[in-house]
């Protein structure tokens, strides 16, 4: 993906989208990349397209969903860091979902069941919804880089822009319940104590950290 971190700073959470259908050349292009990070992470990411019923629901209703006829199941195998590796990787989608001109939410359930195809030794962890919006989505209030982790006027550049990226992630309600801290390069993230989706928010964070720092700059720890 090109100027990621651009993608990262335009692309907000959207609820409202225009009855506009998503072209054949770009479903094909958003399939084949989730085949492709389906294959890197072990999981079963499905874009259903043209199902109105899933946002349909009064929980959707509640969530103020509008025209969501489309959206990603992020689906994997039962596993202790299927959270994590659902909110790293289903970011990754929404970022590419991002840079072909489309618009998404994380929903966690304010929405009805989903057409996904789901195995006896899978889950569905989260839903995202897709689509045009009405509008391009609201810029969110964001903690201090020094908040959430620890960061110094003397921390590598590479650490610096890995926080800030984290900052533009989207997280459960805007929580922003995460830490991120240095020791020598190596890095560990960690997720709140208490909170809602706060392993797929760890998931999201990392993806935007990773993106932004760049992997050959440092370890995960």
């Not at 770009?26 to 992470?41: F, G, W």
């Not at 020094?146 to 921390?155: A, C, K």
Request: a positive charge.
């Amino acid at each position: 993906m090109e100027n990621v971190l651009e993608l990262m700073k335009s692309r907000h959470s959207v609820r409202q989208y225009l009855d506009k259908k998503i072209p054949d050349e770009i479903r094909k292009e958003l399939d084949r990349y989730t085949q492709k990070l389906n294959l890197d992470a072990g999981l079963n990411m499905q874009i259903i397209y043209d199902e109105p019923e899933c946002f349909s629901t009064r929980m959707a209703h509640y969530g103020k969903f509008v025209n969501c006829t489309n959206y990603i199941a992020v689906v994997g195998k039962k596993s202790p860091d299927l959270n994590e590796r659902a909110g790293f990787y289903g970011e990754l989608l929404v970022l590419k979902a991002q840079e072909v001109g489309l618009n998404t939410c994380w929903v966690a359930l304010t929405h009805g069941k989903s057409k996904a195809k789901i195995g006896e030794d899978e889950t569905e962890v989260i839903i995202i919804a897709l689509g045009y919006g009405k509008t391009q989505g609201n810029e969110r209030k964001s903690k201090e880089p020094e908040s959430v982790s620890n960061l110094t006027p003397d921390s590598p550049e590479w650490f610096q822009k890995g926080v800030a990226a984290a900052l533009l992630a989207p997280t459960a309600v805007n929580q922003q319940k995460f830490k991120f801290l240095l020791n020598g390069n190596k890095v560990s993230a960690k997720a709140g104590l208490v909170g809602s989706c706060l392993k797929i928010d760890l998931g999201i964070v990392k993806c935007h950290f990773e993106l932004a720092a760049g992997k050959e700059n440092f370890v995960w720890a």
